[in-house]
């Protein structure tokens, strides 16, 4: 069973943007720290940014300025808008989710973003 859904990823030109969504599920959303993550393969892994349950933002520094996490509670959705795409940010990008109060994770399968010079 799926919890966390991401969509939205693609092909793009370089200078473009996108916008992720991570639909949540079986979760108390409200409760929970959401994240962006990504992976290249053959790389590691990295954080990309967070935004906590009180509205709280952190950022990589490879994508602050460019990159903006939002939350919506009502539709239990976090999304995350790219912009200034570069060929850097082609990865799988991975939604997770934190319970603030027991810390259970979730993660979510993935949405795959091509960025093209």
């Known amino acids: 069973q799926v919890q966390l859904v991401e969509s939205g990823g693609g092909l793009v030109q370089a200078g473009g943007s996108l916008r992720l969504s991570c639909a949540a599920s079986g979760i108390i959303f409200s409760d929970n720290r959401m994240g962006w993550y990504r992976q290249a393969p053959g790389k590691q892994r990295e954080l990309v940014a967070t935004?906590?349950?009180?509205?709280?933002?952190n950022y990589a520094e490879a994508v602050k300025g460019r990159f903006t996490i939002s939350r919506d509670n009502a539709k239990n959705t976090v999304y995350l808008e790219m912009g200034s795409l570069k060929p850097e940010d082609t990865a799988v990008y991975y939604c997770?989710?934190?319970?603030?109060?027991?810390?259970?994770?979730?993660w979510g399968q993935g949405t795959q973003v091509t960025v093209s010079s």
């Open positions: 935004i906590g349950v009180s509205g709280a933002t």
């Open positions: 997770k989710s934190e319970n603030y109060f027991s810390s259970d994770v979730a």
